[in-house]
């Protein structure tokens, strides 16, 4: 069965540094690796995904992910972090149509 | 270009009453995925639908809950006897095609308490 996991429950970035938050597959067969982002009461907004090709995914609001087959590791990056990213992230992996969630990071980007 | 749609945005019920969540997907898109967000914890799949056809019912507790898409209209889930367990945030999501690949649009949720 496919599944990601989410290491860390909150990470914690000074303003302008950059930042990481750690997500981690298993696969059987190709894997579609998707983030999301969600702002307190809302839904859940797309950022990026991998589906094949470049390692180096470019999404939404200045936000990339590195594709890592050999580590099974889909981070995803900013050079540097803003007040405003402060939200909770999501990675998920397609599974015959429907996505399977991790189980979030929340990111906290402090002045 | 209207996102996806969910109404109420919130909902109050007490234990023993029926709740029904609405959502309308993006224009164009015929493919309808409920998630269900538990307090402090991930999105769990739920149920695919395409118009008139579920498709995957795999996450669907066996009782109490169903869901429809029906030729006109939104998609209606439907919660009979909720019970205090049932308060979550249930998310609704719908895309253009049904490829693995294609990302999902999601609606800002609905936010079932039951009193």
């Known amino acids: 069965a496919q599944s990601v996991a989410q290491p860390e429950d909150q990470v914690n970035v000074a303003e302008g540094n950059p930042l990481t938050v750690k997500c981690t597959y298993s696969v059987s067969g190709n894997p579609y690796l998707f983030w999301y982002v969600q702002y307190p009461n809302r839904g859940l907004q797309f950022l990026l995904k991998y589906i094949t090709g470049d390692n180096l995914v470019k999404g939404s609001y200045g936000f990339e992910a590195e594709f890592n087959k050999s580590q099974t590791s889909f981070h995803l990056k900013k050079p540097s972090a803003l007040v405003s990213d402060s939200a909770l992230y999501f990675c998920?992996?397609?599974?015959?149509?429907?996505?399977?969630f991790g189980a979030g990071t929340r990111l906290a980007v402090h002045p | 270009n209207a996102g996806v749609m969910q109404n109420p945005r919130h909902l109050v019920r007490r234990r023993g009453q029926e709740a029904r969540l609405r959502c309308s997907p993006m224009?164009?898109?015929?493919?309808v995925y409920w998630y269900r967000q538990l307090p402090e914890e991930g999105l769990k799949f739920m149920v695919y639908?395409?118009?008139?056809?579920?498709?995957?019912e795999s996450g669907m507790p066996k009782e109490r809950f169903s869901a429809e898409f029906p030729k006109e209209g939104p998609s209606i889930l439907r919660i009979q006897q909720v019970v205090r367990g049932d308060s979550a945030a249930y998310f609704c999501?719908?895309?253009?095609?049904?490829?693995?690949?294609?990302?999902?649009?999601f609606g800002p949720g609905t936010r079932l308490t039951v009193l």
């Open positions: 998920a992996v397609r599974d015959t149509r429907k996505l399977i």
């Open positions: 639908l395409q118009k008139e056809n579920i498709i995957d």
């Open positions: 224009k164009g898109h015929s493919h």
């Open positions: 999501a719908s895309s253009e095609l049904a490829g693995d690949y294609n990302e999902q649009f």
